[in-house]
Each structure stands twice: as structure tokens, then as C-alpha cells.
């Protein structure tokens, strides 16, 4: 079975901290993303990346930044953290194949910055 | 820019109601589309999908949606709902960026509540 493991369910941090976000997948995906899940806004798209160090915008970049120094391994950095940014982080994994892409999804992160 | 749009972002009905979603995109090219559910406490479950071919997609659960490519729609149905599809359901539509990647990119989604 593909994983998708996202390093920390819950977390809590202070205004102005750095915040790693940490996913990992196992099984050779090209494409990782990143999202937000917020009531009412559904998932916004935060960074995508389709290889190493590869990474592109999503629809809600700003204040968020990504590193793929591994093709398992994809990192969303808040680089100072604020409260509008207390949300749910789901991180998620895709193969292309002749059926075109079957995704994967981490079980997210609870982030509250207070 | 890629984007999707669900209209309807509450839906109540009784139980044994048919249902319809509906689902836009805009994008010229190629896609792939989605339909998610996220029941309560929980993640989200694909529903189906398509990507080319036969543009009536069965999914699970006795869903369905029809690709209709000069509309840019992909509305989920279901003939009788009942009340365990309370949920919240999300379209999705991948297609190719500007820098080459796949991007994948959610509707808001459409909260269902099924009464009995």
C-alpha cells in the first residue's frame, strides 16, 4: 500500500516561530503537493512540486515556502508563523500512468499558531 | 488560471432524493477530473474519476458524473441518497501547469446533509 506520512498530526506554535511541515512518500511519486483545508474555502493549493527540487505556486503561496532535496521527501516551511495560519495541512502524492493519476493523501496536520 | 467551481455549497434533502452536484473547470487543455467525499472525523475518500473514454464514470457507493467537455462540467449524481451520505463533497481537476508539473486543484465543496 502507497504511504503517505505527514511527521506531526498536532501541532502548537507561536507567532512569529519557523514551522516544518514535514511528508514523506514511498513510493516513487513525481508529484507532491501541498494544501490547506480550511471550513468553508475547501483545500487550497500551497506548492506543488513534480520532481526534485523542482516546485511551483499553488493558489495561496504567500508566506509559505518548499523544499524537495529528495523525491520522497517534501517540506512546507512557514518561515514566521501567524495566526492566519492556523489550519489543517494536507499533504498529498501522485504517479501518472496510462490511467492518468491515481493521488494519495497524508492524514494532515493540525497547525495552531497562537 | 486553472480553477474549479462548485455552486452549491449547501445541499439539504430527505432520504430516497436524487441528487446532483454540479462541477466546472476552467481549463483549455487536458484533464483529469475528481470526486471526492469527506464524511464527518474523517479524510477524504475518492469517489471516482475520469480520464478519458466513456465520459458516464461510475463510482462507489452508487454515485456517478458525467463529463461534459463543452460545458467544462463534471456534475456527480446519484439516484437516491440516503442518510449516511451526509458528507462534504469535493471536485478536483488535474491538468498541466505553466511550468510543466501536474496541478491539482479542489473545488470549495459542497456540504450535503441527507435528513431522514
Known amino acids: 500500500d502507497v504511504k503517505v506520512t505527514q511527521s506531526s498530526r498536532y501541532l502548537v506554535k507561536r507567532t512569529g516561530e519557523k514551522v516544518f511541515l514535514e511528508c514523506v512518500q514511498d513510493?516513487?511519486?513525481?508529484?507532491m503537493f501541498w494544501y490547506r483545508q480550511d471550513p468553508g474555502l475547501g483545500l487550497r493549493l500551497i506548492y506543488f512540486?513534480?520532481?526534485?527540487?523542482?516546485?511551483e505556486k499553488g493558489d495561496i503561496p504567500e508566506g509559505y515556502s518548499v523544499s524537495r532535496e529528495k523525491k520522497e521527501r517534501f517540506s512546507l516551511i512557514l518561515e514566521s508563523a501567524s495566526t492566519n495560519q492556523t489550519s489543517m495541512y494536507l499533504c498529498?502524492?501522485?504517479?501518472?500512468?496510462?490511467?492518468?493519476?491515481?493521488?494519495?493523501f497524508g492524514e494532515g496536520s493540525w497547525l495552531t499558531v497562537v | 488560471a486553472q480553477s474549479v467551481s462548485q455552486h452549491n455549497h449547501h445541499v439539504i434533502l430527505s432520504e430516497a432524493a436524487s441528487l446532483e452536484l454540479g462541477c466546472n473547470y476552467s481549463?483549455?487543455?487536458?484533464?483529469?477530473l475528481f470526486w471526492y467525499v469527506q464524511y464527518p472525523g474523517q479524510h477524504l475518500q475518492l469517489l471516482l474519476k475520469?480520464?478519458?473514454?466513456?465520459?458516464l464514470v461510475k463510482g462507489i457507493k452508487g454515485f456517478e458524473a458525467e463529463f461534459i467537455k463543452s460545458k467544462f462540467s463534471f456534475n456527480l449524481r446519484k439516484p437516491s441518497v440516503q442518510w449516511s451520505d451526509t458528507a462534504e463533497y469535493f471536485c478536483?481537476?488535474?491538468?498541466?501547469?505553466?511550468?510543466?508539473?501536474?496541478?491539482?486543484?479542489f473545488g470549495t465543496g459542497t456540504q450535503l446533509k441527507v435528513e431522514l
Open positions: 513510493m516513487d511519486h513525481e508529484n
Open positions: 498529498a502524492s501522485s504517479l501518472y500512468s496510462g490511467r492518468g493519476n491515481t493521488i494519495y
Open positions: 512540486s513534480y520532481d526534485v527540487k523542482m516546485k
Open positions: 478536483a481537476v488535474n491538468a498541466k501547469s505553466t511550468g510543466g508539473g501536474n496541478k491539482l486543484t
Open positions: 475520469y480520464f478519458s473514454g466513456d465520459p
Open positions: 481549463y483549455g487543455g487536458t484533464v483529469n
